[in-house]
């Protein structure tokens, strides 16, 4: 062990380090870690890309540009505060323990700051506050990511990884197109206007109800040895210690850093800009998009289903792979084709690739990690996905200047899609014992 405290990894055909799971956790704590996906993916689904941000351009802000431009502006300082908050309570969590307390914690924060919306009138003198909120949102979701995601490793061992982040994935698409029919009928489909409002009350209980069982039947842990007071300073520093010693010992997981850091940009911006072409260049209604809503939320649920126990047989790896290549054909062909018919197909096949690529990814990387660094490592995950966050939507933007169209905008997202896979490409699925004892000290 050098004075960085990094020891060198173990041969391949060593047994498992101290730390992981020994054994699958018991099917309640399995299905109550499933269960907060599904309660928290209304967020994602309802309130940030479906139904409540579309009523802030829409019906809050006095026209949808400057609607637009209000969202994206706080989303884009969220993604600031998420960048530096979420490695940073990654340390806390490793060293101090108590995560499902942390969860517990942030899950409460988000339900309130959805409820706030509630308040959100059409009126646009409430478009400030309504972005603001959703954007609080957006960093306690991502917050309570770090610590979710940190549970793994102690509900499923190196082998099942892929089947249960798979399950969880799935659980959170399907809880989301759930969600998203429910809001449909109730407060869309033969309104002239749309009430929209109590959609956030709607999405607060969601969330609420569906993420307490794992707040009382999930994992605990204890304090690292030797943890003492908590620094900000200190633990900024001895994050950046750590990326050096990734550098010197474990520069394959930061090579997963960047690279899945990219072709996550590239996912995320499948489904953001999804809604926008399929109404500004395939002709959809607001009643049409949320049809390709549920559509994209089921298919996506179940594909990531089945693949997370593809995951487990054939590594993380090819999943990624395969998905990534599939969904730079399938979003090149929405550029070619101008009949919705067609653009249905791609968006099907684009939804069965992008949550298996995501859980894919999720899965490699707790096979990648030191147990006691699990919530320090997802904090990393989420801050380089910050990081280079702008880089689809800057692609999207200089592609429709370059095309003159909306739909020339997919090539950018194509190009952040390629430039993900090639960074990913000379990176090899990990082998139990791979990961070195980093420790954050």
């Known amino acids: 062990m050098d004075h960085d405290g990094v020891r060198i990894p173990p041969q391949p055909s060593s047994p498992l380090p101290a730390g992981y799971a020994t054994t699958t956790a018991p099917r309640r704590v399995l299905a109550s870690w499933g269960l907060w996906d599904w309660g928290q993916q209304t967020f994602n689904t309802v309130m940030l890309t479906f139904v409540f941000s579309v009523y802030i351009t829409s019906g809050i802000a006095a026209d949808e540009v400057t609607g637009t431009a209000a969202l994206s502006g706080a989303q884009t300082w969220a993604g600031v505060v998420i960048a530096l908050v979420c490695p940073l309570m990654g340390v806390f969590a490793d060293r101090y323990g108590r995560r499902r307390r942390l969860l517990g914690i942030s899950t409460l924060g988000l339900v309130l700051a959805m409820a706030s919306l509630f308040w ?68 869309v489909l033969g309104r002239e206007t749309a009430d929209i409002q109590p959609v956030a009350l709607l999405s607060a ?28 300073v200190g633990a900024y520093r001895d994050i950046l210690r750590r990326i050096a010693a990734l550098w010197r010992h474990q520069r394959s997981l930061l090579h997963f850093f960047v690279a899945s850091a990219i072709f996550r940009d590239g996912l995320g911006a499948v489904f953001a800009f999804a809604g926008i072409i399929a109404a500004g260049s395939f002709g959809f209604t607001s009643e049409q998009v949320i049809y390709l809503g549920i559509a994209a939320n089921l298919v996506a649920g179940i594909s990531t289903w089945v693949l997370g126990r593809v995951d487990d047989r054939v590594g993380s790896r090819l999943v990624i792979v395969v998905g990534l290549v599939l969904l730079v054909v399938a979003c090149s062909a929405v550029f070619l084709t101008t009949a919705q018919i067609a653009f249905w197909v791609c968006a099907i096949v684009i939804s069965a690739c992008v949550g298996p690529v995501q859980s894919a990814s999720r899965s490699m990387l707790a096979r990648m990690t030191p147990p006691g660094l699990e919530n320090e490592n997802f904090g990393l995950y989420a801050t380089t996905g910050r990081a280079v966050s702008f880089l689809a939507p800057f692609a999207f933007t ?24 090639l960074a990913f490409l000379p990176l090899r699925d990990p082998r139990p014992g791979d990961a070195p004892v980093v420790t954050a000290g």
């Open 120 to 187: 959100a009138e059409p009126d646009p003198s409430y478009l400030t506050f309504a972005v603001i909120m959703l954007a609080v949102a957006s960093v306690i979701s991502e917050i309570a990511s770090v610590f979710y995601n940190g549970m793994l490793l102690q509900i499923a061992t190196p082998s099942t990884f892929g089947r249960i982040s798979g399950m969880g994935w799935g659980l959170g698409y399907l809880g989301g197109l759930v969600a998203l029919v429910i809001c449909l009928f109730a407060f």
């Open 398 to 421: 200089v592609a429709i200047g370059i095309g003159g169209t909306q739909k020339a905008g997919i090539l950018g997202i194509v190009v952040v899609l390629l430039l993900g896979l």
């Open 205 to 232: 209980a969601w969330t609420a109800v569906f993420c307490l069982p794992l707040l009382i039947l999930g994992p605990n842990t204890e304090p690292a040895p030797g943890a003492g007071r908590f620094s900000v």
